[in-house]
DNA sequence: ACCTGAACACCGTTCAAGT
DNA sequence: ACCTGAACACCGTTCAAGT
């Protein structure tokens, strides 16, 4: 395959980072390499270093830039659609863009400094205030939503990712529900009890309700019915 | 450094297994690798090929013989407490063996038919059951509550095994706050008045109110307040 | 059946040399 | 200042050859 670039314009940090999101999008992390990077923008490795410092840097900034885009959700409506709205969109970027997940487990925690952090910290952090959780258990049930919401979309991330690659999603599905009802009876009688609930799921509703669950759990815990406010 | 092992008995699944787990331990992701692995078991590339398919494999194995240990929790009392009980289990596993974090991600979704994943979902969803949640939210009500555990254990990994080697827990938490009271005040009103927060917080603590919240959450949605039933 | 270890096709990164 | 591209020190995996 011919580079898709001639090398019209000058090389930029803008259009490295904009090449590696590209190459991971379409072939996944392991597709990413400082040879076919170089190969697409008809360079050479070291030029791609003066502009960036190392590989995790690239990703960094092909994370952040994703994320930014993903985080613009209408701010207006009640602070509880507005957190469904939010974890959609994480839900969605990550869904497209699968990479995304294996970054923001390690840039959450590696650099919690970083832009993307805060980002979506502060998305979600909002609109837990604006649901009137008292000072003080902010920051948790923050945190135990953003924990929810990236687990959950991480965890989708990688399923979309792998699997057999030719097999349908339906067919997925099929064949673990099998897999575990042949498990053994006295082990796994649980797991064998629901195995047929895995068959039909969908993935996105699933992750809906358990934003819906930890939704409920903060109302429960922390804000106490009264008069006049709807559950 | 000297081979440890000077090769006294036959070479063995079992015995490469325990060898990676304790690279995996000592160095990290990073830190096995075949060349390490040979020289610790004081063989060849090829004599490890001969019992294990491939390092993909080595990893399953590695991560199913810790999950299996540290789900080995104690069968009794009430189901929350069970719920507890396991999570906790669970999350003192991957602090102790970071590296179990990514392999649990790729293991729930790529290979559901391995024995992780049932051996996760039994433990959690035989206590859901006991909760009380009816048929037909088991499975979702399940997935929400392993999807929260695994996503909080495994940010804590992270956590664990990166930021500047030397410097302390607090140390750390200390920056990260410093970070997030110089934000911008317009962009990041929330993230800036939560910064205090990060500072004190103990993650084991954070990790439990997490699966409280989830719970609460469970009682709330799935089981109706009866009278005689304590919340 | 089990093991050896050189060889292969990759990585990310560096750096003297060019313009 | 910006870029080239060969070279370095690694990877995981294979495979003819040995016992």
Redesign the interface.
Known sequence: MAPRTRRTEALSRDRIVEAAVELLDTSGEAGLTFRTLTERLATGAGAIYWHVANKGELLEAATDGVIAAALTVEPAGAPRDGIRAVALGLYDAIEHHPWL??QL??Q???S??GSVT?RI??AI??R??ALGVPE?H???????LV??I???A???A??A???VPHASRAEFLD??SK??EE?DPD?????R??AA??RG?DDRE?FL??V??????????HLPARPGRAG
């Open positions: 997940a294996t487990t390690s959450l925690s590696r919690p400094w805060p910290f502060e952090g909002r837990v205030h003080g902010r920051f948790t049930t923050t945190s135990a924990t929810y990236l687990g959950a991480g965890q989708n990688a399923n990712t792998s699997a064949a673990v897999a575990w498990l082990d796994y009688p649980f797991t009890a629901v609930e895995v799921h699933q309700a358990g819906d669950l930890v939704l409920a759990g903060i109302t429960a815990v």
